[in-house]
């Protein structure tokens, strides 16, 4: 989901403000990342529509408001659904990778309810990736 | 295959989301011949089947970010095989929000510690300047991460991140001659236009310039012979044939020439050139297919390498203790791939697993199984042909 239309989605009493508020997220996107007087990068607003993705739902429990709140911001919830059955500790990197690489704001006990949540209920056996279930060689060689 | 084989299929490769996905939803579209009475073939990927806008329907790995598999169906395109068609090349943003480029408005700048300009060039100034036209593969360095188990992290595609196209561009060496590149310019690092994430990094990704030389790099504006795609770098992208793609910089606005690493390198490793390894994929049966036991399968797959020319390339249905050679079909161009056909015994009624492997003429060839170094680093670049085997149904 993108800035601009979680925007919109929040704010339903307020379409019109939130179209304005939409347009100036853009505009100031565009302005910190083109410094002054580097090139002409995009038309403000030109962001090209993406389908929603319809199978994304995140299975019920507790902390799942809060991580479809947060993971959200930057990204839509595939790379959690598509990644069921991470083990505990990858779950715990990759929540650590989303803070210090890609710049997630969250407290620390944000952090840490995010990440029990995603061990919980993302760390089941994956399902087979295209009938290559039981596939000898998908492990690394010894 | 009929509609409830279909289902389980789907139901077995995605998980009970797959259901929900292929139930009225707006955008998951399974090719109605899929389903349809007397269809056989399932698309060759696991994701939701999904258009984006001007693209034909692809598997959707993810929606946002954009990152879409070509199924394997669709790699030998139809209009001017074997180059996949335009609307079937595959998508990979890494970039939340895609911008739609005004290019009356874009430049290009070129400048840096190691040339004596710093020019900005516009999509006419560019356009006016020499032109080369390169078929090659272009394939992400995570191609088939999907299907190693467990799960590693980093995008999990299967065996749909990676097309051959046709495109037309300036090459790099007429612009860094109008920035005035100096002869001890040893690095190049190119950045995109949009920054990734909430930290909003740039997306600056360097090559040692002397090796990305030798295989002729081109900043592309065509793709096919027609407008670069949006999501595949529209106006102008860097195009490096024979390379792993990650360093080809989608939507290029800035090319610094260096005599030092770029300091904020996306991946943060030394200046290279990533060569492709020799590699092999079986696209018809797709995967999932059913074939009748005793019959003999007709297969056909596609191989390339880093433009070093493939010698051969091999199918094995008894996991690589015996060895078919495959018939290859001539070559159109060192960087782009080749199409291969093989036949092998269905066998008895059960699973068969087909593997394929390419040997290019300096001797290299896929190994079987996953390096501990290619595992160590993130699954990236890996060719193993037990990874990548074709999994058909052998029905009694």
Known sequence: MSITRKIERIALALVVVAAAGAAMVVLVVSGEEDPAGSPVLADAGAVVPLPEAQDLRLRPGEGRDLVAATCTTCHSLAPIIRHDGFSAEVWEQEVQKMITRYGATMDPGTAERITAYLQKHYSGPPAPAAGTSDAPGTAPAR | ?396
């Not at chain 2, 005004?102 to 032109?131: C, H, K, N, W, Y």
């Open chain 2, 1 to 396: 295959m009929d509609s409830t084989a279909i289902s389980r299929r789907q139901l077995l490769a995605l998980g009970a989301g797959a259901v929900a996905a292929s139930a009225g939803a707006r955008f998951v579209a399974w090719p109605q011949d899929a389903v349809s009475a007397g269809a056989t073939a399932p698309p060759g990927t696991p994701f939701p089947l999904v258009a984006l806008d001007g693209k034909a329907p692809l598997g959707q790995v993810y929606d946002q970010p954009p990152n879409y598999e070509t199924p394997t169906s669709r790699l030998i395109g139809r209009r001017n095989p074997p180059y996949t068609d335009t609307e079937d090349y595959y998508v990979r943003y890494r970039e939340a929000d895609v911008y739609r480029v005004d290019p009356d408005r874009f430049r290009l700048r070129v400048g840096g510690e190691a040339a004596t300009e710093q020019i900005d060039l516009s999509m006419a100034d560019l356009r006016d300047l020499p032109t080369r036209r390169v078929g090659t593969v272009g394939a992400c360095a995570g191609l088939g991460r999907g299907l190693v188990r467990p799960l590693v992290p980093g995008m999990p595609w299967t065996k749909g991140d990676v097309s051959c196209g046709e495109w037309t561009g300036v090459p790099l060496e007429e612009v860094l001659r109008l920035a005035g590149a100096r002869p001890d310019a040893s690095v190049v690092a190119f950045r995109g236009g949009r920054t990734i994430a909430a930290a909003k990094r740039d997306y600056w990704r360097h090559w040692d310039l002397e090796s990305m030389n030798r295989q002729g790099p081109l900043l592309a504006y065509e793709l096919n012979g027609e407008p670069l795609p949006v999501w595949n770098g529209f106006p102008l992208r860097v195009v490096v044939p024979g390379t792993y793609a990650p360093g080809w910089v989608k939507q290029v606005v800035e090319i610094d020439i260096r005599r030092t690493p770029h300091p904020r390198d996306w991946r943060g490793n030394a200046p290279g050139t990533p060569l492709l390894k020799p590699m092999s994929l079986i696209v018809e049966p797709t995967d999932g297919s059913t074939v009748q036991a005793g019959a003999t399968v007709a297969l056909r797959g596609v191989a390339w390498d880093h433009g070093t020319g493939l010698r051969r390339v091999d199918v094995s249905v008894d996991d690589g203790r015996s060895w078919i050679p495959a018939r290859m079909e001539r070559s159109v161009g060192r960087y782009a791939w080749r199409v291969f056909e093989a036949k092998v015994p269905a066998g008895d009624a059960g699973t068969l697993r087909v593997l394929s492997r390419a040997e290019s003429r300096d001797g290299t060839r896929q190994p079987l199984d996953i390096p501990e170094e290619v595992m160590a680093d993130g699954v990236r670049k890996n060719t193993a042909a037990r990874t990548f085997a074709a999994v058909l149904e052998v029905r009694g």
